[in-house]
């Protein structure tokens, strides 16, 4: 099949086995620009390993992985970052010690290598850009907080802008809402409808009124394999789905 040519990311018959255990099996998976899907399904379905596969975290051991047309199944994580790929993991991965300004700054590339960084010098491009993101990611008045003393719910956003800056074409989510008030997860909600313009964004999340909220597609994982793919209505309305997974 030639289908897929125009998907942002197209996986195809990706499969990884630890130790004989397939995580992840036969998965088909295809994701368009401005498209904003989100994987659901019970503990240990796969969906983390599907993140870790895509961002080359964890090597597949049969299948393909095409991001704009460019297999990544043999890239490091460092080249699969640079084509575009962005990943947050469960935790938050900010400095706490640093200023939310810093912490963008720190993550705007600038020529992506080891003396680009050392080179650097804070220019009114980069701060312009380093604005617009903390306007994105509702930190604007906090640009010059300790990272350390934000709200739970900020620490995440912050980490989100830290992604965003690098403007990735393909953004991926790991339960970005867990530990977030009502509140934040709605401000979350507006934010994640916002950044999926322009890019693909893959969510996973378990809170089913989030994923309601923002999904344009649901896929639902069980046992390393896709149980049902479609819009929410049609997800929530699947005997399968229930079975294995809402009914709980
Ligand atoms: P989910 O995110 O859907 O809860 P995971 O993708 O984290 O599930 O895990 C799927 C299954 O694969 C689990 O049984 C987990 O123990 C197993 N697994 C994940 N990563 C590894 C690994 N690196 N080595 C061995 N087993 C793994
Ligand atoms: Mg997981």
Redesign the pocket.
């Known amino acids: 099949m030639d289908s897929n040519t125009s998907f942002t990311l197209a996986i195809e018959d990706l499969t990884v086995s630890?130790?004989g255990?397939k995580?992840v099996d036969s998965l088909n998976f295809y994701l368009d620009e401005n498209e904003l899907h989100v994987v659901i399904?019970?503990?240990?379905?796969?969906?983390?390993?599907?993140l870790?596969l895509i961002c080359g975290k964890?090597k597949s051991t049969s299948g393909s992985i095409k991001f704009l047309n460019k297999e990544l199944t043999n890239m490091s994580e460092h080249a699969i970052v640079n084509e575009g790929v962005g990943r947050k993991f469960q935790t938050p991965s900010i400095y706490e010690n640093l200023s939310v300004l810093e912490n963008l700054e720190i993550s705007y590339p600038h020529g992506r290598g080891v003396y680009g960084s050392l080179m650097f010098k804070r220019s009114d491009k980069v701060l312009a850009k380093i604005k617009e993101t903390a306007k994105e990611i509702m930190l604007l008045d906090d640009l010059d907080t300790e990272a350390g003393l934000l709200s739970h719910g900020q620490k995440q956003w912050l980490e989100i802008g830290m992604l965003l800056i690098q403007d990735p074409q393909l953004l991926m989510l790991d339960e970005p809402v867990a530990g977030m008030s009502v509140k934040e997860r709605e401000q979350t909600a507006d934010l994640l409808k916002k950044i999926c313009k322009g890019r693909s964004v893959l969510v996973?999340e378990h809170d089913m009124e989030f994923v309601e909220r923002i999904a344009h597609k649901v896929t639902v994982?069980h046992q390393?394999k896709i149980l049902a793919t479609g819009n929410m209505d049609e997800v929530q309305k699947d005997p399968k789905v229930i079975e294995v997974y809402l009914g709980h």
């Open positions: 630890f130790d255990f995580a399904g019970p503990n240990g379905a796969g969906k983390t390993t599907v870790d964890t996973i994982l390393g």
